[in-house]
């Protein structure tokens, strides 16, 4: 775990994240490959070790029952999913690992909606978990992303 900081491309929303882990996911959803064009890949870093400046530009989005994206409203670069309701662990942001200013070392350690990928996408087997739909919705009893 370590602290970083990143920016969506324009610079009006940036963001400094304590205690981020050397980990992400990769999410192959249909919600999450329309949003990201290709394949979600997000670091889950604790809401209140995240702090937001040019918050006014940050612009949200209910996009399921369960769940907000949230993006810079100048440039659109994706810059968090957050679950609204309660009941899944502890309250994080998932934030897209592009938006990052430094992630050497990091790690996939997980793929999920591994049967929705987008054709022609492989990421470097690492022995990472892959779970599909199925999987997925088996384990929070939702029905999708
Ligand atoms: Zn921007
Ligand atoms: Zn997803």
């Not at 369960?66 to 899944?88: N, S």
């Not at 492989?122 to 992303?145: C, F, H, I, K, S």
Request: overall charge negative.
């Amino acid at each position: 775990m370590t602290d970083k900081t990143g920016q969506c491309m324009c610079g009006a929303v940036t963001f400094s994240a304590r205690d981020v882990p050397d980990h992400f996911s990769a999410c192959h959803c249909e919600m999450c490959r329309r949003w990201s064009g290709s394949a979600l890949l997000a670091v889950h870093v604790p809401v209140e070790g995240v702090t937001w400046k040019g918050e006014a530009h940050i612009r949200t989005l209910q996009t399921s029952d369960w769940a907000e994206r949230a993006f810079c409203q100048r440039c659109g670069t994706p810059m968090y999913y957050h679950l609204t309701v309660d009941g899944y662990g502890p309250e994080n942001y998932s934030i897209p690992l592009g938006v990052f200013d430094e992630t050497t070392g990091m790690t996939m350690t997980l793929e999920s909606f591994v049967d929705c990928k987008a054709g022609g996408l492989a990421y470097a087997e690492n022995g990472r978990e892959q779970v599909t739909r199925a999987d997925t919705l088996a384990t929070y009893g939702m029905p999708g992303d």
